[in-house]
Nanobody
Framework: QVRLVESGGGLVQPGGPLRLSCAASGSASSIYVMGWYRQAPGKQRELVARIFSGGTMHYVDSVKGRFTISRDNAKNTVYLQMNSLKPEDTATYYC??????????WGQGTQVTVSS
């Protein structure tokens, strides 16, 4: 079982940066992909970015060029550096880990609010 704890959310002005962290514990060494998802009020949860154990990364089109996902395998932590934030980035951001067995774990979520 993998446990995920997110941190780094908060209130930021449009155009500003914010970095999210997700620390994994438990069977963290078995994780092969970690990702960030977000869910705005009244909307479905969507994939923002994900990174595989080999380093391959995927981004949703709306964040390409602004967000960067990275992974520190030694610390079992994945980061999401968010730059040039827009009001439409406002959402609860969740971290997700997947294992080769198909097991999936979610974090509790961290709120990101982009507003002046």
């Amino acid at each position: 079982q993998v446990r995920l704890v997110e941190s780094g959310g908060g209130l930021v002005q449009p155009g500003g940066p914010l970095r999210l962290s997700c620390a994994a514990s438990g069977s963290a060494s078995s994780i092969y992909v970690m990702g960030w998802y977000r869910q705005a009020p009244g909307k479905q949860r969507e994939l923002v970015a994900r990174i595989f154990s080999g380093g391959t990364m995927h981004y949703v089109d709306s964040v390409k060029g602004r967000f960067t996902i990275s992974r520190d395998n030694a610390k079992n932590t994945v980061y999401l550096q968010m730059n040039s934030l827009k009001p439409e980035d406002t959402a609860t951001y969740y971290c997700k880990a997947e294992e080769p067995t198909g097991s999936r774990s979610w974090g509790q979520g961290t709120q990101v609010t982009v507003s002046s």
